[in-house]
């Protein structure tokens, strides 16, 4: 896996419809408004390729991360970036995705 080689984001519009809010919880400041945040949402969009997510994943018990890890495998991802602490990145890979924190990524992007 080379992620120099290739570089593509992956996505689901599930995940897309979630962005705006979840810019906008109070963990972020308050810094984006309404607009703005549906405004990043099209941005991802634009430069994402969108995918109907894999049903029947059950690796967690959270039904929304299963969707996630969907997304990864219908994307043929090699990574999945995440925050998510509680239940995606414990797993530490998924079907051959390595699942990842964000600053992580950046390290291997930067190298």
Known sequence: KNPLKCRQLVTSQEQLDSVANVLM?????????????????????????????QSGI?????????????????GKADYLV?????????????EGITILQPAEMLKILEN
Not at 39 to 51: F, Q
């Open 82 to 94: 995440s925050g998510d602490e509680r239940h995606l990145l414990p797993l530490q890979s998924y």
């Open 25 to 53: 919880r109070p963990k972020f400041g308050g810094r984006f408004t309404q607009t703005d945040a549906d405004r990043l949402s099209e941005e991802i969009r634009d430069a994402a390729i969108v995918v109907d997510p």
């Open 58 to 74: 059950t690796a967690t018990n959270d039904p929304e991360d299963n969707r996630v890890l969907g997304a990864a495998v219908a």
